[in-house]
């Protein structure tokens, strides 16, 4: 059965500290995977979207990055963080058959 | 443009009453059709989906949703809710091609009244 998995759960970064959220999805191959944000009582904001390694869509401009070294393997990044990265992130993956989320990470930037 | 619209932000029904979400959608074409719930402070679980056949689908924790082409609408509905399924539920639709995403309505957060 696929899992996925995301880490860490909690982190509390000072601004201008740099940032790496990681994926990874076991069970499965080639799935499309996602990062989202979540702020406090708002809904889900695609943030990143990748069909295949290498292969990255921003949906939004802003101060985050994210890379596919691997087929299974989605990392979110910052050089520096803002106070206004803070919020709950979820990645997620998918194909064809609905998306399934990792429990989130988390992010309060102080 | 493909959008995804739940036009209440927030509803109250008391325990036991029945529960009705509503979900919209603009799609180029025929679409999949999901119904999430997440829990505070966790990750997004799928109730159900809709991708063929039988309109009217079932799926955990005894929600269920209807497909409605000629409204684009695809609303979830129990019959009976119960403290626990307050949560945050999110409508999400996406194509039939592996090179398409899903896109997430803005959600719906339910509270029950005991």
């Known amino acids: 059965s696929q899992t996925i998995h995301q880490w860490p759960a909690t982190l509390v970064q000072p601004v201008g500290s740099p940032l790496s959220l990681e994926c990874t999805v076991e069970g499965t191959s080639n799935p499309n995977l996602y990062w989202y944000r979540q702020a406090a009582g708002r809904g889900l904001q695609l943030l990143f979207y990748?069909?295949?390694?290498?292969?990255i869509s921003s949906e939004v401009p802003q101060n985050l990055s994210a890379s596919r070294p691997q087929d299974r393997q989605f990392i979110l990044s910052s050089k520096k963080l803002l106070l206004s990265d803070s919020g709950f992130y979820l990645c997620?993956?998918?194909?064809?058959?609905?998306?399934?989320f990792g429990q989130g990470t988390r992010l309060t930037v102080v | 443009a493909q959008s995804v619209t739940q036009p209440d932000i927030h509803i109250t029904v008391s325990e036991g009453a029945s529960l009705e979400l509503r979900c919209n959608y603009s799609?180029?074409?025929?679409?999949?059709l999901f119904w999430y719930v997440q829990s505070p402070g966790q990750g997004l679980q799928l109730l159900l989906k809709?991708?063929?056949?039988?309109?009217l689908v079932q799926g955990i924790k005894g929600f269920e949703a209807e497909f409605k082409r000629s409204q684009s609408s695809f609303n979830l509905r129990k019959p009976s809710v119960h403290w626990s399924d307050a949560a945050e539920y999110f409508c999400?639709?996406?194509?039939?091609?592996?090179?398409?995403?899903?896109?997430f309505g803005s959600g719906t957060r339910l509270s029950i009244r005991p």
């Open positions: 809709y991708f063929s056949g039988d309109t």
């Open positions: 799609y180029g074409a025929t679409p999949y």
């Open positions: 999400a639709v996406g194509a039939r091609s592996s090179a398409s995403k899903i896109i």
């Open positions: 990748s069909v295949g390694i290498g292969q």
């Open positions: 997620a993956w998918e194909k064809l058959l609905g998306a399934f």
